[in-house]
């Protein structure tokens, strides 16, 4: 394929345009790199690597899926502190990584994808990009989106909100120029970001208000340093560290059968849950807010050991009136009160189910993704492909995500099936492959199917994994490692193809 250079129309022409340089985006990279395929650009909209873990720097932001299995197959890390580690040192690791894979040179920060449409005789995309210096275009034989689902802050709508006063952030924005000592702060939301922030929160708060819509399962967390030894165990004894997370790994997946088949077993959850309750709340009144009444599992189980005695707390107010309006100073719930505050801190998540990067990809038909997905909930064969957006390769797609275990193994199942299929593009002078509409919908139908009595599904709860449709287009149905067997190769197959135009082999020809 081409090498990089400027068109006389004032595009670079790169094979591969990679979108984000988070852990996706990075493993992308890598591994396209390794594969011999080192004509691509990383567009990062952030100034540094790290994707949500860059952004994500809020009081308490650390992993709740354990860091031997929370970190790259290929650069295994016997440093790590603890089981589950702080967002301070995921990212530092993610930095070595990328520092160390020498491809950074094709890193380019401060700059977001604005446009991105095909062009059929081309066989590219055209590509926006918008940076400190201005509009830049390039065309582009792939596009691997690795823009993460938990990347844009989902504000809440109420009434009201744009007139506060005072502080307000969200928890993926975080202002630490705000100093909270003694302040009165709420909290609206209580997933996984504010079971992790609100016990940070009511240790330097004058008085902090915690909004509940749902009360989430909240299980133990298991967590411990890495003793020395331990550490150098890893690093000096052969194989070691790869059965440590072997071993996670095995444990993580035991769980699937029971949120994918037998959600009842998902009742050992709950008995959990109820304990860690009960151990640090005594007050009946609060016990009952904080327990869900729909199965275990249906929402993301979250772990702590902090959160239920951060809410029994005499700093902290636990509130589950719905809100129904905040004014310049206060938040006033559906009873009528009127909670006066300082700061307010935004812990509604993120657009999941509406990626905003679909609306600026443009296919072969002149929709965009962001339309046809809002028409007929997120679709991708193999999580990965789009009917009607050809080379477009999706990381972390619709029916990836995961309840039970580290989405690293997801993305580099991705990675793989991305270069397999570069590979094969280039193998056998493919200029276009797009999955065929047939494949795509059986493997939806597959999916919809095998998801009908999970837990998702049945538990009895709303959640983000669910769209407007009520359909789980998030999480993938079932163990990982079938998952990656479906994505082992790359099934040219099940696409419509193009070969190079003959332009374009004139082209290569004369470069
Ligand atoms: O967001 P969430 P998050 N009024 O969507 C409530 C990952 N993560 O940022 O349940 C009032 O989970 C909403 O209530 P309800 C992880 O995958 C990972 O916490 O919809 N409340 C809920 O309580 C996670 O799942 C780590 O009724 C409103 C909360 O806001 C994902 O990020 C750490 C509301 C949103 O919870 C997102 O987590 C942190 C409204 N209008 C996050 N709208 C790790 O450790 C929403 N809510 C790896």
Same mark, same amino acid.
């Given at each position: 394929?081409?090498?990089?250079?400027?068109?006389?129309?004032?595009?670079?022409?790169?094979?591969?345009?990679?979108?984000?340089?988070?852990?996706?985006?990075?493993?992308?990279?890598?591994?396209?790199?390794?594969?011999?395929?080192?004509?691509?650009?990383?567009?990062?909209?952030?100034?540094?690597?790290?994707?949500?873990?860059?952004?994500?720097?809020?009081?308490?932001?650390?992993?709740?899926?354990?860091?031997?299995?929370?970190?790259?197959?290929?650069?295994?890390?016997?440093?790590?502190?603890?089981?589950?580690?702080?967002?301070?040192?995921?990212?530092?690791?993610?930095?070595?990584?990328?520092?160390?894979?020498?491809?950074?040179?094709?890193?380019?920060?401060?700059?977001?994808?604005?446009?991105?449409?095909?062009?059929?005789?081309?066989?590219?995309?055209?590509?926006?990009?918008?940076?400190?210096?201005?509009?830049?275009?390039?065309?582009?034989?792939?596009?691997?989106?690795?823009?993460?689902?938990?990347?844009?802050?989902?504000?809440?709508?109420?009434?009201?909100?744009?007139?506060?006063?005072?502080?307000?952030?969200?928890?993926?924005?975080?202002?630490?120029?705000? @100093? +909270?000592?003694?302040?009165?702060? *709420?909290?609206?939301?209580?997933?996984?970001? %504010?079971?992790?922030?609100? $016990? =940070? &929160?009511?240790?330097?708060?004058?008085?902090?208000?915690?909004?509940?819509?749902?009360?989430?399962?909240?299980?133990?967390?298991?967590?411990?340093?890495?003793?020395?030894?331990?550490?150098?165990?890893?690093?000096?004894?052969?194989?070691?560290?790869?059965?440590?997370?072997?071993?996670?790994?095995?444990?993580?997946?035991?769980?699937?059968?029971?949120?994918?088949?037998?959600? @009842? +077993?998902?009742?050992?959850?709950? *008995?959990?849950?109820?304990?860690?309750?009960? %151990?640090?709340?005594?007050? $009946? =009144? &609060?016990?009952?807010?904080?327990?869900?009444?729909?199965?275990?599992?249906?929402?993301?189980?979250?772990?702590?050991?902090?959160?239920?005695?951060?809410?029994?707390?005499?700093?902290?107010?636990?509130?589950?009136?719905?809100?129904?309006?905040?004014?310049?100073?206060?938040?006033?719930?559906?009873?009528?009160?009127?909670?006066?505050?300082?700061?307010?801190?935004?812990?509604?998540?993120?657009?999941?189910?509406?990626?905003?990067?679909?609306?600026?990809?443009?296919?072969?038909?002149?929709?965009?993704?962001?339309?046809?997905?809002?028409?007929?909930?997120?679709?991708?064969?193999?999580?990965?492909?789009?009917?009607?957006?050809?080379?477009?390769?999706?990381?972390?797609?619709?029916?990836?995500?995961?309840?039970?275990?580290?989405?690293?193994?997801?993305?580099?199942?991705?990675?793989?099936?991305?270069?397999?299929?570069?590979?094969?593009?280039?193998?056998?002078?493919?200029?276009?492959?797009?999955?065929?509409?047939?494949?795509?919908?059986?493997?939806?139908?597959?999916?919809?199917?095998?998801?009908?009595?999970?837990?998702?599904?049945?538990?009895?709860?709303?959640?983000?994994?669910?769209?407007?449709?009520?359909?789980?287009?998030?999480?993938?149905?079932?163990?990982?490692?079938?998952?990656?067997?479906?994505?082992?190769?790359?099934?040219?197959?099940?696409?419509?193809?193009?070969?190079?135009?003959?332009?374009?082999?004139?082209?290569?020809?004369?470069?």
């Amino acid at each position: 394929m081409s090498s990089r250079s400027d068109s006389p129309t004032g595009s670079t022409q790169v094979d591969h345009l990679i979108i984000g340089a988070g852990f996706a985006g990075l493993a992308a990279a890598i591994k396209l790199d390794e594969a011999g395929e080192r004509d691509f650009v990383v567009i990062e909209k952030d100034s540094d690597v790290g994707g949500t873990w860059h952004i994500n720097t809020y009081p308490g932001a650390e992993c709740d899926v354990p860091s031997q299995l929370y970190s790259y197959s290929f650069a295994l890390n016997p440093d790590w502190s603890k089981v589950y580690s702080p967002q301070a040192e995921i990212l530092e690791y993610i930095r070595k990584v990328a520092r160390e894979s020498g491809t950074l040179d094709r890193f380019v920060f401060d700059t977001a994808v604005v446009d991105a449409r095909w062009d059929e005789q081309a066989q590219r995309w055209v590509v926006q990009v918008e940076g400190p210096e201005g509009t830049r275009e390039y065309a582009t034989r792939t596009i691997v989106s690795a823009a993460g689902g938990l990347s844009e802050p989902r504000m809440p709508e109420v009434e009201g909100i744009e007139s506060f006063q005072g502080e307000i952030f969200h928890s993926a924005r975080w202002n630490h120029d705000v @100093d +909270l000592t003694g302040k009165r702060i *709420a909290v609206i939301g209580t997933g996984a970001s %504010a079971v992790q922030l609100v $016990p =940070e &929160l009511q240790e330097v708060a004058g008085h902090l208000d915690v909004y509940q819509r749902t009360p989430n399962w909240i299980i133990p967390r298991n967590e411990r340093s890495f003793t020395s030894l331990e550490k150098t165990a890893f690093r000096r004894v052969p194989g070691l560290q790869r059965a440590a997370r072997s071993a996670v790994y095995s444990t993580l997946e035991g769980r699937v059968p029971a949120f994918a088949k037998f959600p @009842d +077993l998902l009742k050992v959850v709950e *008995a959990q849950g109820r304990k860690n309750i009960n %151990a640090a709340i005594k007050d $009946p =009144e &609060l016990r009952a807010k904080v327990t869900p009444d729909y199965r275990a599992g249906c929402k993301r189980i979250l772990i702590s050991n902090k959160w239920y005695p951060a809410l029994a707390a005499d700093n902290v107010d636990l509130v589950t009136d719905p809100i129904v309006k905040i004014t310049g100073d206060a938040v006033v719930t559906a009873d009528g009160v009127e909670r006066p505050i300082d700061v307010l801190v935004i812990a509604t998540g993120f657009y999941v189910t509406e990626p905003p990067i679909a609306e600026h990809v443009t296919g072969r038909d002149g929709r965009t993704l962001a339309d046809l997905w809002d028409e007929q909930g997120m679709a991708a064969y193999k999580g990965t492909t789009i009917n009607g957006f050809p080379n477009l390769f999706q990381l972390v797609g619709p029916n990836t995500a995961l309840g039970h275990s580290s989405i690293i193994f997801i993305i580099e199942s991705q990675v793989k099936y991305v270069v397999e299929a570069a590979k094969a593009m280039r193998r056998e002078g493919l200029g276009a492959v797009e999955p065929t509409q047939a494949a795509q919908d059986a493997w939806t139908a597959d999916i919809r199917r095998r998801m009908k009595p999970t837990v998702w599904q049945t538990g009895g709860c709303a959640s983000w994994y669910l769209d407007k449709f009520g359909n789980n287009t998030t999480l993938w149905p079932g163990q990982t490692f079938a998952f990656r067997q479906h994505l082992s190769k790359f099934d040219v197959d099940k696409y419509d193809v193009q070969a190079v135009r003959p332009t374009e082999t004139k082209e290569k020809a004369s470069a």
